[in-house]
């Protein structure tokens, strides 16, 4: 495996995304409430975050002993052919991504990019050493974006291409059904749930696209949008994720604290 390389333009991820924190004024802690001068946590509230740690499927980003693709997705291989998470979905990473989600507070989009970031800085790529060609956000339905105003996918994802300096296709993907969600379902019912729920009305021929959400829980939604982005052309699929949640039955060690 190795590393996903980032050119001189794009570097240091890292110092850019401090600088999108430390540009803004004097504020209370996202989490606790306290003084956190120019940053969005203080310092106690971001060493509680826990990290996904390295020994994760480079698939799927679920726990996996030395890194190895998991069993899961050698018997399925999913459409998608990386996963990147920043964080687990644990308090308090949940309490934050919430907070953006349903409370609008946007500058918590910064630090999810900034931990992103990140975690892109140093991470295994199966198959390739090269940033990706575009970045697409995980499209909201028009009735779930005109109920919330925003798509917090597209919130990030703003931030990870300019730092990267690539382009942001904000609407080459869309989601045509407002499904329900998947992870009271089984997965042949997560599979029939989301088929015909997303189109590609962007040009992803023979492009790398890198995909950006706040929360992976079963995958389903992003395999099915990288099933779509490959019928439309694109050659190779990889996800960004704030957060991935650890599935019932997986051991939940490994983590590490930010």
């Known amino acids: 495996m190795h590393s996903m390389h980032f050119p001189s333009h794009a570097q240091p991820l890292v110092s850019r995304a401090a600088g999108w924190l430390s540009a803004l004024l004097p504020q209370d802690c996202q989490l606790c409430g306290t003084g956190s001068g120019a940053a969005l946590l203080c310092q106690p509230c971001r060493s509680s975050l826990l990290r996904t740690g390295t020994a994760c499927c480079p698939r799927c980003a679920m726990p996996s002993p030395s890194a190895e693709i998991c069993g899961t997705c050698l018997k399925r291989p999913p459409h998608f052919d990386a996963t990147h998470a920043a964080l687990r979905y644990a308090f308090p990473a949940d309490r934050l ?8 507070r946007l500058p918590i989009a910064t630090l999810l990019a900034g931990l992103m970031l990140e975690r892109l800085q140093d991470a295994p790529s199966m198959l390739s050493d090269a940033l990706p060609d575009v970045i697409v956000p995980m499209p909201l339905h028009p009735a779930r974006l005109a109920a919330r105003g925003f798509n917090q ?24 059904r ?16 989301l088929r015909g729920a997303f189109a590609c009305h962007g040009d992803v021929t023979g492009l790398s696209v890198l995909v950006i959400d706040d929360v992976m829980t079963t995958g389903a939604s992003l395999n099915e949008l990288a099933r779509v982005l490959k019928r439309a052309g694109a050659a190779r699929v990889e996800n960004c994720i704030a957060a991935r949640t ?8 490994g983590g590490h604290h930010v």
Do not use: C, F
Not at 153 to 163: F, G
């Open 178 to 193: 407002d499904t329900p969600p998947q992870a009271d379902l089984p997965m042949a019912r997560r599979r029939a749930n």
């Open 246 to 253: 650890w599935l019932d039955g997986i051991p939940q060690g």
């Open 153 to 176: 996918a597209v919130e990030i994802a703003r931030h990870v291409a300019r730092a990267l300096q690539r382009p942001l296709l904000r609407d080459a993907a869309v989601r045509l």
């Open 97 to 104: 991504i919430q907070s953006l989600k349903y409370s609008a």
